[in-house]
Each structure stands twice: as C-alpha cells, then as structure tokens.
C-alpha cells in the first residue's frame, strides 16, 4: 500500500499559507496595509490579547500577509513555523535573543557572512553575550569550543568566501550530544538546494532578500522552527522552560510544546525589538518564492557553466566552487548539496587590486554592487570596496586576496555573462 | 501542574492557575500520540474564565512518565485517578478523537463524577487500517505521515493556518517525532480495540455535544453523525471547513461551541 503523500516543493512554493480570499475571492495573496485589527467585543479584544483565540491583533507581532509568507517557509523547510523579521539580520538578533541573555556564549564558524560576523564578534558582545569562532571544517572544533554557559552552536549552509560546506549531519549531532540547539544561515542554497532540518538542524533563518525574494526588490528575514528541540530535556533554556514575567510568568515550552520557541520569538522578540517585517515586503517575497523552483537550477545551471570557463582561463588563479574536485569539501557538497552549490562564489584575477579593479570595470551585464541572489548577475571586488582599507595582510586573515572577486549569477543568457567576464579578464591582463 | 498518579509523574496544564475545588473544572483529553498542547487555545480560555483547567498528558505522552496505557477503559479510570490527585470532585471532559472516546466511557464509568462531555472528532468503531497499525508497531515514519496527513483537512497543507505563521503538518510531524517508539501504536491499538462505545453511549446520563469536522479524514463526519444518533439528546455540532483536528483547524469555532455547552 502507498501511504498518503505530501504536497510537492513545487506546489507548497506557490500555495503554502494562503486560500483566496474568502471575501473577494482573490487568488494573489492580498496586501494587508494595516496596522491594527478590529475587535468584535471586550471580550474577543481580551481573548485575542490573552492567546486564547487565533488571530491578528497589532501588526509589529502578524500580519495577515506576513503569516503567509511564515507559513509557506515553515512548509517548504519542514519546520513547526516562522517569524519574518525586518532582515536576515534582525533574524538572527531574534534568535539569539529568543534563546540567551547576558553571560551566554555562542559557538560560531569564523567563516560566516560579514555582517553575521559583526554582530556576533563586536555588537552583541557589548551586551554579555561572547561567540568563539572556529573553522567549519571539523566538527571537532565545534565540540572544543563548548564551554558549560553555550547556549547555541551556528554556522552557513556554505560559507564566505570560500563556500566552505557545513557538515551539518555531524555538527547537529555534536550541538544535541551537548543539550544545544544547531542554527543555520541557509541564505545561500535555499530550501529548494537544501533543507537543514532534514540534516539535523533546529533552527534556520535566511536573508529573504536574496534568493527568496529574488529579484534585488525588498529587504527581509525570516526565521524557522523545525520544533524538534526538545528544550526541557536540554535543561539550558529557561528563557523557553520556566515562567516568564514579562509575558504573564507564562512557561513557553509547558505552553504550548513544539511551538515554544517560535511563541517567544513572537511575542517577546517582535513586541520588544520590534524588527518585524512589512506586508508590502511579504508581499515581494513572496512574488520571488513562487518561483524560486524554476530560478534556482537555472542560477545553478548557468553558474556551473560560468565556474567551469573560469576554471580553465588563464588570467584566474583560482575559483572556491564544492563542485570543483578541488575543493575541499567536494565530497561533502555531493553528499549534502547534490542539486548544486547555489550561484554566489569567489575566484581570484591575477594581478591584484589594480586586475581586480580593471576586471570590474570592463563589465557591462553585471552589475557592481553589494548585494547577492538577484535575478540580475551582481560582482564586487572587496579589495577596492568593501575591504578597501584593509592591507594585503589583512585581507589574507580575512580569507579574501587582492583580486577576489565575489559573483552571483543569475538568469541572464549564460553566453552573454561569460562574454562579459571575458571582457573584463582580458581588461584585467592589461 | 504535576501530579503522581499510579506512583508516576504525571502532568496536566493548568493555564497557569492553581486549582480551586470550588470552581467547576474542564479537563482537556488529546488524541492518539499527541499531548495537551494540543488543546492550547481552549484550555488556556477555560482557565482564564472560571474554570479549573486541567489538559492532561496521557502517561509516556508530553510531560507524564510512560508506559501508556493500553486501552480506552485503562485511560477512563486514569483521568479519574488524575482527578482524585488533584482533590477534585467533579469535572466536565473534553475530549478529541482517541480522548472523546476516553470521555465517553468515563462518563458511562463514572456518571456520579462526570457533568457533561464534549466528544471532538469522534467515530465508533473507531477502527485503524492493518497499514496504519503496523507502520505504527513498526515505528515507520510512514504512519507519522498518516496521522499527519489523515489527521487534518485536505487543504490544511495549502491553506492558511489561523494561528499565524505556523504550519499545522510540520507541528504535528514535530510533536510525533517526539514520542518514545510504540507510543501511537499503543495508542492506535486502544482505539481499534475498544468495543465499549454502544453501552457507554446508551449508559451516559450527563449532556453530550459531538463537535464533528466535515472535512475529517481520519473519523468521518458521516460516522460521527450516526453515532451521535445513539446518545439520547446529543447536541451535534459540525464545523465545515475542518478536518480532524478542530482545535488547530477552526479554534475559534470549537472554543465558541465549547463556551456555550460547557456554560
């Protein structure tokens, strides 16, 4: 007997979260530009209040256009639910607030996104809360590193610059063997290259404005649940296992169980920091996911093509790609990525800063900016941006060299973007 | 709230209130494999609004020590014994599916304690398909998936969720995975063999309300309706657009039906 079947990716990515309108009838997900909610009485304004009745209340905690989006991430990575927050980073805030306070400590791959390593490396610790950062390339490191008051191990489905891939099978076992949860940035694959939960993690988050939204429009975060960690066994989170006082001494997790750290996320996390998501923005990422399952293989298509003319081209001195043999965690990527390595990736122009600056000057269908997952193709040279004070050396530590150059490929003509890389090689030997 | 029942540890949420002998009490019964916070929204309500909440965690479900018990009539004198640990004497029961079926025999068992019942996804005979019981005994994901799949409405998955941004399949999916093995196929097992729902239903003296889904898979509304059939004087409620689990489907439907028979 075949048993009863799920909804595809494909179908989930288009209707997870929404039935028309029941009171239009409109099957695009309406646009709620509202902030507050009509109560029916005192006493349905009370039940709402109290979380005795489902429903919307103020929008800085949902939005009926908002939760759309939530529910269609949590469908299509397999988790309980979801909080969209105001960016990628304001996902990553909430969790760290969600589940620690001062005097926590938070293990880290030291080869994470920028702005993940700002926050974790400077900001938060000004408020008590420290992060030891070490190489992903061994599971080893992450178990080293714990110490009694950890409270979260981290880490990229793949890494910056280097694409280094997270052994997320073996991490997540090192983090549970410890009581703790396992977060992942999967920014980079997206639930269509990956799904972290199926791997091992319990949490995840993304920055909704690159491959999700897709299309360079909206800034956001969203941040999933797989509800899995079991937070009263692990003993470690009285933030979710013990009454609270600032939210009525409720105890999240006898509360309401799988749903108890997405509950304080919620109800804590947006009604204090209030980083929480508009609907128009909901709205444009939502437009993106409905067809994030035709524009990743083709981002992955044409980046394995763009990956392979680089390879081969003799004013490159190397390209950081999983699916290169060369890489050193090719076999890992085949085993945990096998619909590819997404389409953000670095490689090195001979010649230094002046070849990697000649090289982003040629271009003409790529455009240089500070941003990724576009549908349009983006480059950045950060020795003569981002990093641009920095010297070689620093670079180095930084694990960038003077003529990095950071691609994310998108859905032009594949023919047309090598052209333009061609152009701008050529310019960059001159 | 922690109770010792049958010298184990029981648990039953109490929406954060101490119990009041004086105060009518609802206790909340879950279904097959699941726990109280399946009853989130309506027993925090109740326990805000007058009542003793009591939502229980059957033994080796949510919070209470294992092993489960085995079947249905094992699970009517438990919530009684549950009752005698918390110094209550009498309660209304709510139950859902596996519960409703406890519910009932409790009542028919314990009518001098038992003051009204109000059985939520209800069928009788509640039997289980042989796939179903033996993916279960086998602990295969693939009854998880059932009990997921057949445990909501056929547009839960593409729907939207009235508890905003959760996704009732990954909740239920989360909660299964973690239950010890054999759990829900004990739990299963009990509702197949229980054989004790036409004398209950002809024995219970109390107020019945069946709260049906006309969507459900799993207990189907038009065997829910001929059942109710056999409860003199039942109040039948169906709500249309749920599957089988109601309380996550239609919330404020079933706490609406609820508030007023429980009145």
Same mark, same amino acid.
């Given at each position: 007997?075949?048993?009863?079947?799920?909804?595809?990716?494909?179908?989930?990515?288009?209707?997870?979260?929404?039935?028309?309108?029941?009171?239009?009838?409109?099957?695009?997900?309406?646009?709620?530009?509202?902030?507050?909610?009509?109560?029916?009485?005192?006493?349905?304004?009370?039940?709402?209040?109290?979380?005795?009745?489902?429903?919307?209340?103020?929008?800085?905690?949902?939005?009926?256009?908002?939760?759309?989006?939530?529910?269609?991430?949590?469908?299509?990575?397999?988790?309980?639910?979801?909080?969209?927050?105001?960016?990628?980073?304001?996902?990553?805030?909430?969790?760290?607030?969600?589940?620690?306070?001062?005097?926590?400590?938070?293990?880290?791959?030291?080869?994470?996104?920028?702005?993940?390593?700002?926050?974790?490396?400077?900001?938060?610790?000004?408020?008590?809360?420290?992060?030891?950062?070490?190489?992903?390339?061994?599971?080893?490191?992450?178990?080293?590193?714990?110490?009694?008051?950890?409270?979260?191990?981290?880490?990229?489905?793949?890494?910056?610059?280097?694409?280094?891939?997270?052994?997320?099978?073996?991490?997540?076992?090192?983090?549970?063997?410890?009581?703790?949860?396992?977060?992942?940035?999967?920014?980079?694959?997206?639930?269509?290259?990956?799904?972290?939960?199926?791997?091992?993690?319990?949490?995840?988050?993304?920055?909704?404005?690159?491959?999700?939204?897709?299309?360079?429009?909206?800034?956001?975060?969203?941040?999933?649940?797989?509800?899995?960690?079991?937070?009263?066994?692990?003993?470690?989170?009285?933030?979710?296992?013990?009454?609270?006082?600032?939210?009525?001494?409720?105890?999240?997790?006898?509360?309401?169980?799988?749903?108890?750290?997405?509950?304080?996320?919620?109800?804590?996390?947006?009604?204090?920091?209030?980083?929480?998501?508009?609907?128009?923005?909901?709205?444009?990422?939502?437009?993106?996911?409905?067809?994030?399952?035709?524009?990743?293989?083709?981002?992955?298509?044409?980046?394995?093509?763009?990956?392979?003319?680089?390879?081969?081209?003799?004013?490159?001195?190397?390209?950081?790609?999983?699916?290169?043999?060369?890489?050193?965690?090719?076999?890992?990527?085949?085993?945990?990525?096998?619909?590819?390595?997404?389409?953000?990736?670095?490689?090195?122009?001979?010649?230094?800063?002046?070849?990697?600056?000649?090289?982003?000057?040629?271009?003409?269908?790529?455009?240089?900016?500070?941003?990724?997952?576009?549908?349009?193709?983006?480059?950045?040279?950060?020795?003569?941006?981002?990093?641009?004070?920095?010297?070689?050396?620093?670079?180095?530590?930084?694990?960038?060299?003077?003529?990095?150059?950071?691609?994310?490929?998108?859905?032009?003509?594949?023919?047309?973007?090598?052209?333009?890389?061609?152009?701008?090689?050529?310019?960059?030997?001159? | 709230?922690?109770?010792?029942?049958?010298?184990?540890?029981?648990?039953?949420?109490?929406?954060?209130?101490?119990?009041?002998?004086?105060?009518?009490?609802?206790?909340?019964?879950?279904?097959?494999?699941?726990?109280?916070?399946?009853?989130?929204?309506?027993?925090?309500?109740?326990?805000?609004?007058?009542?003793?909440?009591?939502?229980?965690?059957?033994?080796?479900?949510?919070?209470?020590?294992?092993?489960?018990?085995?079947?249905?009539?094992?699970?009517?004198?438990?919530?009684?014994?549950?009752?005698?640990?918390?110094?209550?004497?009498?309660?209304?029961?709510?139950?859902?599916?596996?519960?409703?079926?406890?519910?009932?025999?409790?009542?028919?068992?314990?009518?001098?304690?038992?003051?009204?019942?109000?059985? *939520? +996804?209800?069928?009788?005979? /509640?039997?289980?398909?042989? %796939?179903? &019981?033996?993916? @279960? #005994?086998?602990?295969?994901?693939?009854?998880?998936?059932?009990?997921?799949?057949?445990?909501?409405?056929?547009?839960?998955?593409?729907?939207?969720?009235?508890?905003?941004?959760?996704?009732?399949?990954?909740?239920?999916?989360?909660?299964?995975?973690?239950?010890?093995?054999?759990?829900?196929?004990?739990?299963?097992?009990?509702?197949?063999?229980?054989?004790?729902?036409?004398?209950?239903?002809?024995?219970?003296?109390?107020?019945?309300?069946?709260? *049906? +889904?006309?969507?459900?898979? /799993?207990?189907?509304?038009? %065997?829910? &309706?001929?059942? @109710? #059939?056999?409860?003199?004087?039942?109040?039948?409620?169906?709500?249309?657009?749920?599957?089988?689990?109601?309380?996550?489907?239609?919330?404020?439907?079933?706490?609406?039906?609820?508030?007023?028979?429980?009145?």
């Amino acid at each position: 007997m075949s048993g009863p079947k799920y909804p595809g990716f494909d179908t989930l990515a288009l209707h997870a979260g929404q039935s028309p309108d029941a009171t239009t009838g409109a099957r695009a997900v309406p646009i709620y530009a509202t902030t507050s909610y009509v109560f029916r009485d005192s006493e349905h304004a009370a039940s709402l209040f109290n979380m005795e009745r489902a429903g919307h209340v103020y929008s800085r905690i949902s939005n009926p256009t908002v939760a759309v989006l939530e529910e269609r991430m949590a469908a299509l990575e397999g988790g309980v639910g979801a909080v969209a927050t105001a960016s990628g980073q304001a996902a990553l805030h909430l969790a760290v607030a969600t589940l620690m306070d001062a005097g926590s400590h938070i293990v880290a791959c030291n080869s994470l996104y920028g702005g993940s390593h700002n926050l974790l490396g400077y900001t938060l610790r000004r408020f008590g809360i420290d992060t030891t950062f070490v190489a992903p390339g061994s599971p080893e490191n992450f178990r080293k590193a714990i110490q009694p008051n950890t409270r979260l191990l981290f880490g990229e489905t793949l890494g910056n610059p280097g694409l280094e891939v997270l052994d997320i099978p073996a991490v997540s076992q090192v983090a549970h063997e410890a009581g703790l949860p396992l977060l992942i940035d999967a920014t980079f694959t997206t639930p269509y290259l990956m799904q972290p939960f199926a791997h091992g993690a319990d949490l995840l988050y993304h920055s909704a404005t690159k491959f999700l939204g897709g299309h360079g429009v909206a800034i956001g975060g969203v941040l999933v649940d797989s509800g899995r960690f079991d937070w009263e066994r692990s003993g470690k989170f009285p933030q979710l296992t013990a009454p609270y006082a600032g939210f009525h001494n409720m105890d999240f997790e006898e509360e309401s169980g799988t749903r108890a750290f997405l509950l304080r996320a919620r109800r804590e996390g947006l009604r204090d920091f209030g980083a929480c998501m508009a609907p128009m923005t909901a709205f444009h990422i939502l437009q993106g996911i409905e067809t994030l399952h035709l524009r990743m293989p083709r981002h992955v298509e044409s980046t394995r093509k763009i990956v392979n003319f680089l390879a081969s081209n003799a004013a490159v001195d190397k390209v950081l790609y999983p699916e290169l043999p060369g890489h050193p965690d090719h076999a890992l990527a085949k085993k945990l990525l096998p619909k590819g390595c997404g389409a953000v990736f670095s490689f090195d122009v001979k010649g230094g800063r002046e070849a990697g600056k000649r090289f982003i000057e040629s271009l003409r269908v790529f455009s240089h900016l500070a941003n990724v997952g576009d549908a349009k193709s983006l480059v950045i040279h950060p020795a003569s941006t981002t990093h641009y004070r920095m010297s070689d050396e620093d670079l180095k530590k930084a694990g960038v060299g003077p003529g990095t150059v950071r691609l994310s490929v998108g859905l032009e003509d594949a023919a047309d973007l090598i052209e333009d890389l061609s152009r701008g090689l050529h310019a960059a030997q001159k | 709230m922690n109770f010792i029942v049958d010298g184990r540890p029981a648990f039953a949420y109490t929406a954060a209130h101490a119990l009041d002998p004086g105060k009518p009490t609802v206790v909340f019964a879950h279904g097959a494999g699941l726990d109280h916070s399946w009853f989130g929204l309506q027993s925090r309500y109740f326990g805000y609004h007058g009542r003793n909440a009591l939502a229980l965690d059957f033994p080796g479900h949510g919070r209470s020590a294992g092993p489960p018990l085995a079947t249905i009539p094992e699970m009517a004198d438990w919530v009684l014994k549950l009752l005698d640990a918390a110094k209550l004497e009498k309660a209304s029961l709510v139950g859902h599916s596996m519960g409703a079926l406890v519910a009932l025999e409790c009542a028919a068992r314990h009518p001098q304690r038992i003051e009204r019942i109000a059985l *939520l +996804g209800i069928a009788y005979p /509640m039997k289980v398909s042989a %796939a179903f &019981l033996d993916a @279960a #005994q086998e602990n295969r994901q693939e009854a998880y998936d059932m009990e997921t799949i057949w445990g909501h409405a056929p547009q839960v998955p593409l729907g939207g969720n009235p508890n905003p941004g959760m996704w009732m399949y990954g909740d239920t999916l989360a909660r299964l995975s973690r239950l010890a093995p054999g759990v829900l196929y004990s739990d299963l097992k009990a509702c197949h063999g229980y054989a004790g729902g036409e004398a209950a239903a002809a024995n219970v003296k109390c107020p019945v309300q069946f709260i *049906l +889904g006309r969507r459900d898979q /799993m207990t189907a509304a038009k %065997a829910g &309706l001929v059942f @109710a #059939q056999k409860v003199p004087g039942a109040e039948v409620v169906q709500i249309a657009p749920s599957g089988h689990s109601l309380m996550a489907e239609s919330p404020d439907a079933v706490l609406d039906a609820l508030a007023a028979f429980l009145a």
